[in-house]
């Protein structure tokens, strides 16, 4: 496999692990605040937020680097996975119930993933944008 | 008033991700990863205004979300901005250029229509 794809796979993987990641801290903590009642500026200061906060900066400069090589019609697609993976973790590790309706967001999710994964990463010239964009 | 902020989210976002990828296609392609390599690649991105207006338009697109969940549910929120998938895809193809053949339309279709499914 060429050097391009293996960077491709690795960074995509690593935008979606950093996006789901995130948002289950940044929740962990704003649930928890809430559920303390606190104040929301207490909730925006607790570990889990500024964790998850952090991981959600990781997330964009990962998705940043991606861009500057791969499609934005192949990055968008692909990385939406992560919606797929939360829903899954959720059933795994929270012991949340999945309807039949979301196991079908799932599959459709899945297979529209595959789908775009089987097109090139890259069908841009940096030099014809640079003349586009003048 | 909640279509108006559905039609807001969705804009900006595909807009804001459009220029984010302009932005970076002009820089050129990332090789080096070593820190200092991509602490430099990342001053030089802050030098060119794409990426500042990009992420202006992703935090308007932000605001304009949490503005929709404070008037509506999260279980229309999250369908009713999937078609950000379908303008993004649509953005792409005339905007950057992009070759989107059949199967990226499908694909962007099929996780469109999976989001709207996951949030019901």
């Known amino acids: 496999m060429s050097r391009l794809r293996w960077k491709t796979r690795i960074l995509a993987t690593l935008v979606v692990l950093a996006n789901v990641l995130g948002n289950f801290f940044l929740s962990l903590g704003l649930r928890h605040r809430v559920a303390a009642t606190s104040s929301w500026l207490e909730a925006l200061t607790s570990p889990w937020v500024l964790l998850g906060a952090g991981v959600l900066v990781f997330w964009m400069l990962c998705r940043l680097a991606l861009l500057s090589w791969a499609d934005l019609s192949w990055v968008v697609p692909v990385t939406a996975s992560g919606y797929a993976l939360t829903a899954l973790i959720g059933r795994l590790f929270l012991g949340e119930q999945i309807s039949a309706t979301r196991w079908a967001g799932i599959a459709l999710i899945t297979l529209g993933v595959l789908l775009v994964r089987t097109t090139a990463i890259r069908t841009t010239s940096p030099r014809r944008l640079r003349e586009g964009s003048g | ?120």
């Not at chain 2, 002009?26 to 090789?31: A, K, S, V």
């Not at chain 2, 969940?69 to 999250?78: E, K």
């Not at chain 2, 070759?99 to 499908?106: E, Q």
Request: aromatic residues 10%; glycine residues 10%; charged residues 10%.
């Open chain 2, 1 to 120: 008033m909640s279509w108006v902020l559905v039609i807001i989210v969705a804009v900006t976002a595909s807009l804001g991700d459009a220029l984010q990828t302009l932005g970076m296609k002009l820089h050129g392609e990332i090789h080096d990863f070593r820190l200092g390599a991509l602490a430099a690649a990342f001053r030089r991105l802050l030098r060119s205004w794409h990426l500042g207006l990009s992420l202006l338009l992703l935090a308007i697109s932000f605001g304009a979300f949490l503005g929709l969940l404070a008037i509506a549910d999260l279980s229309f929120a999250v369908p009713a901005t999937a078609v950000e998938y379908v303008l993004t895809t649509l953005l792409a193809r005339y905007l950057l250029g992009e070759k989107v053949n059949w199967r990226r339309w499908a694909g962007a279709g099929l996780v469109a229509c999976g989001v709207v499914l996951l949030a019901l």
